[in-house]
């Protein structure tokens, strides 16, 4: 943003410190980043920058660890497992979280702050707290160490995240269209595809990327109730940190971080659909 004609001296100077200030924090979040991704590409099995890759000399660097990451089995297995737990809990939690959502904007539902805070709490107490609840209520049901078990706890884990983001679209949602589909004969089942769905989309979806990321990411949860056949992919970085360190994690962190800015760019995508169905010019 340009400073105006009219800023005094002080507030020029202070214009420039924020900036200078806004690329020492953007700097600290996003420097371990700068040191993952090219040590991902070591072709020593070390977690250091080589003096082949200081000098930029194309035998220090390799595709060794990506190869390692496609080619073995126990990280297959449990980038699969990621994936069937992630989108399962996530169209679990999507489904769920928007029917919590339409309820809760409706006017008439009683106790509607006591519901909201029921249904976000999983992201207000420790999750450390939810995964001990969860092992325990699981075991007497004989859900732990089942793919069942993981799925409705990482569903539990990403509600709050599909109520939040559709309800706070429907916040803005223009009642009245309802009101004319009704008078013009439609069904609350035919009003709601084809009038209240098509303008929430950009909430719904918004929100189950943010459940699918955070079932993507979970570790305390899985820690607690699955098995061995239940691995998911940070459990086993983490099991890879505890008990052999290989750069494979590096390639994996790699590639998570491009799929969390793949991610990132889809919800960006989506926030600018919706402000322009709501009629706000994005900026």
Same mark, same amino acid.
């Given at each position: ?16 410190? &924020? ?10 979040? @996003? ?12 072709? $020593?099995?070390? &977690? ?14 390799? /595709? ?13 297995? +449990? ?22 959502? /339409? ?49 409705? +706890? ?15 679209? !429907?916040? *803005? ?22 009038? @209240? ?25 899985? !820690?607690?109730? *699955?098995?061995? +056949? $239940? ?12 008990? $052999? ?17 793949? /991610?990132?760019?889809?919800?960006? /995508? ?14």
């Amino acid at each position: 943003m340009a400073i105006p004609s009219y800023a005094t001296r002080g507030e020029r100077i202070w214009h420039y410190v &924020f900036l200078g200030i806004c690329a020492l924090i953007f700097l600290f979040l @996003v420097g371990p980043l700068l040191i993952i991704i090219p040590l991902s590409f070591n072709a $020593q099995p070390y &977690f250091t920058f080589s003096q082949e890759m200081l000098t930029l000399d194309p035998a220090g660097y390799s /595709l060794r660890w990506y190869e390692d990451f496609f080619t073995s089995r126990a990280w297959l297995h +449990a980038i699969k497992n990621s994936f069937i737990i992630g989108i399962a809990s996530t169209i679990l939690a999507t489904v769920l979280g928007t029917i919590a959502a /339409l309820g809760l904007s409706s006017r008439h539902m009683p106790a509607r702050g006591a519901i909201m805070a029921l249904l976000i709490s999983p992201m207000i107490v420790p999750l450390i707290i939810s995964a001990a609840a969860m092992f325990f209520f699981f075991s007497k049901i004989n859900l732990a160490q089942t793919y069942l078990g993981v799925i409705l +706890a990482h569903t539990a884990l990403g509600i709050p995240f599909v109520v939040i983001t559709v309800t706070a679209t !429907l916040s *803005s949602f223009d009642t009245t269209l309802i009101r004319a589909a009704h008078s013009l004969g439609a069904n609350p089942t035919r009003t709601f595809f084809k009038v @209240v769905l098509p303008l929430v989309t950009p909430g719904v979806v918004s929100g189950a990327l943010f459940a699918f990321i955070t079932s993507f990411d979970e570790v305390v949860v899985v !820690l607690f109730i *699955s098995g061995p +056949a $239940q691995t998911t992919m940070p459990i086993q970085m983490w099991s890879g940190i505890r008990e $052999q360190i290989s750069p494979t994690i590096l390639a994996v962190a790699t590639l998570l971080v491009l799929l969390s800015m793949l /991610l990132l760019t889809t919800l960006e /995508l989506l926030r600018r659909r919706s402000e322009r169905l709501r009629g706000v010019t994005p900026e």
